[in-house]
T-cell receptor, first 114, second 115 residues
Framework: KAGVTQTPRYLIKTRGQQVTLSCSPI?????VSWYQQTPGQGLQFLFE???????NKGNFPGRFSGRQFSNSRSEMNVSTLELGDSALYLCASSRDSNSNQPQHFGDGTRLSIL | GNSVTQMEGPVTLSEEAFLTINCTYT??????LFWYVQYPGEGLQLLLKATKADDKGSNKGFEATYRKETTSFHLEKGSVQVSDSAVYFCALSDTLTGGGNKLTFGTGTQLKVEL
């Protein structure tokens, strides 16, 4: 069974640009969540999508947005990139949107802002 | 709000030593608890979970028991191997108003196992 797939694995952008990251969940999983990992702030929740609807959102500015498609694949977009957006962005999927369900993570997209 | 506190690392052990990584939590509801492991250059892998008080999660020789009275979920392994060297994260997922699935993580504990 294929795991969570994130593309691309690495990205280099400059300040002011925008970027789109992609996540394909495990087959049959309908919930997709996004997390940001940095050395200073650790792992922080960005948002969760379930059945194409955003269910929860973390404390990030509106520059961070996402969406989910009917096949459960999800994309995350960051506009007007800042140096502080440099991070590992992790996507996780679970069977449904229930706190008992374990989330399964992809290997992440490492975003570097120059 | 919810929070997870883990012991500071790095933790350095000799192979076959006993491992304990402490984790305590604060939650408003009835959380599920998880341990994840992250190897260099990779995402997080689910190590074990417990969904209610007194549950014991176990996997690959690792164990953790959900202790509601002490709000703890300490990770233990009887005999560590060099291949266990990684960063370990304790996390909780709480019941949210309106439903949903959100993990709150501890800061992570780096484990180094030496021969």
């Amino acid at each position: 069974k294929a795991g969570v797939t994130q593309t691309p694995r690495y990205l280099i952008k400059t300040r002011g640009q925008q970027v789109t990251l992609s996540c394909s969940p495990i087959s049959g999983h309908r919930s997709v969540s996004w997390y940001q990992q940095t050395p200073g702030q650790g792992l922080q929740f960005l948002f969760e999508y379930f059945s194409e609807t955003q269910r929860n959102k973390g404390n990030f500015p509106g520059r961070f947005s996402g969406r989910q498609f009917s096949n459960s694949r999800s994309e995350m977009n960051v506009s007007t990139l800042e140096l502080g957006d440099s991070a590992l962005y992790l996507c996780a999927s679970s069977r449904d949107s229930n706190s008992n369900q374990p989330q399964h993570f992809g290997d992440g997209t490492r975003l570097s802002i120059l | 709000g919810n929070s997870v506190t883990q012991m500071e690392g790095p933790v350095t052990l000799s192979e076959e030593a006993f491992l304990t990584i402490n984790c305590t939590y604060t939650a408003t509801g009835y959380p599920s608890l998880f341990w994840y492991v992250q190897y260099p250059g990779e995402g997080l892998q689910l190590l074990l979970k417990a969904t209610k008080a007194d549950d014991k999660g176990s996997n690959k020789g690792f164990e953790a028991t959900y202790r509601k009275e002490t709000t703890s979920f300490h990770l233990e392994k009887g005999s560590v191997q060099v291949s266990d060297s990684a960063v370990y994260f304790c996390a909780l997922s709480d019941t949210l108003t309106g439903g949903g699935n959100k993990l709150t993580f501890g800061t992570g504990t780096q484990l180094k196992v030496e021969l």
